[in-house]
């Protein structure tokens, strides 16, 4: 049962372009939805993050968007550098009890930016 | 660099060993988790522990144990190897206040191969 689906395994955007990034969710528990960027080697770096009671939020070139009728979310990049070439994993959380939380991930899209 | 360290970086072994790894949160965060990946797998959350407790539980073996110290540091032990515990090993922290959604923030991962 995987709650939470990152549909493209990879994405290859023209630098400077936008990258649009998606990720679909089931359970409509989730409060808390986050994107992370992994290189190889490394563990997931945060970028940004949306609570449920919102629909929008900006951090510089990374703005994520939630729908939650469609129980989907998207992370924009503008404009796409080549350092934002990794693998973007899209989280999800819901509080299980008080202080308690754990994060569902979606499988991952390379994302590769071509000069 | 998230804060959050992990030892060791790699651990080669093999069938039937045990071997136990090591986080230390960030400064501050009371609460630690672990997360499996295995190969062409998503994060997989196996446990979480705060300030000392058990606090929630995923996909973990009944061969996997976790625990947290006094100096909040945590340790994974994982007995009774199999090959397909093979893996990369994923500790994260965050401050864990009740009631509030929060970033988790994760350290570089340690290499498990199991021969």
């Known amino acids: 049962d995987q709650q939470v689906k990152q549909n493209s395994p990879s994405l290859s955007v023209q630098e400077g372009r936008i990258s649009i990034l998606n990720c679909d969710y089931t359970?409509?528990?989730?409060?808390?939805f986050l994107w992370y960027k992994k290189y190889p080697a490394e563990g997931p770096t945060f970028l940004i993050s949306i609570s449920s009671i919102k629909d929008k939020n900006e951090d510089g070139r990374f703005t994520v968007f939630l729908n939650k009728s469609a129980k989907h979310l998207s992370l924009h990049i503008v404009p796409s550098q080549p350092g934002d070439s990794a693998v973007y994993f899209c989280a999800a959380s819901a509080q299980i009890i008080q202080g308690a939380q754990k994060l569902v991930f979606g499988q991952g899209t390379r994302l590769t930016i071509n000069p | 660099d998230s804060g959050v360290t992990q030892t060791p970086k790699h651990l080669i072994t093999a069938t039937g060993q045990r071997v136990t790894l090591r986080c230390s949160p960030r400064?501050?965060?009371?609460?630690v988790y672990w997360y499996q990946q295995s190969l062409d797998q998503g994060l997989q959350f196996l446990i979480q522990y705060y300030n000392g407790e058990e606090r929630a539980k995923g996909n973990i073996l009944e061969r996997f144990s976790a625990q947290q110290f006094p100096d909040l540091h945590s340790e994974l032990n994982l007995s009774s190897l199999e090959l397909g515990d093979s893996a990369l090993y994923f500790c994260?922290?965050?401050?864990?206040?009740?009631?509030?959604?929060?970033?988790?923030?994760f350290g570089p991962g340690t290499r498990l191969l199991v021969l």
């Open positions: 359970n409509s528990m989730f409060d808390y």
């Open positions: 400064s501050g965060d009371l609460s």
């Open positions: 994260a922290s965050s401050v864990a206040l009740a009631g509030l959604q929060e970033t988790q923030y």
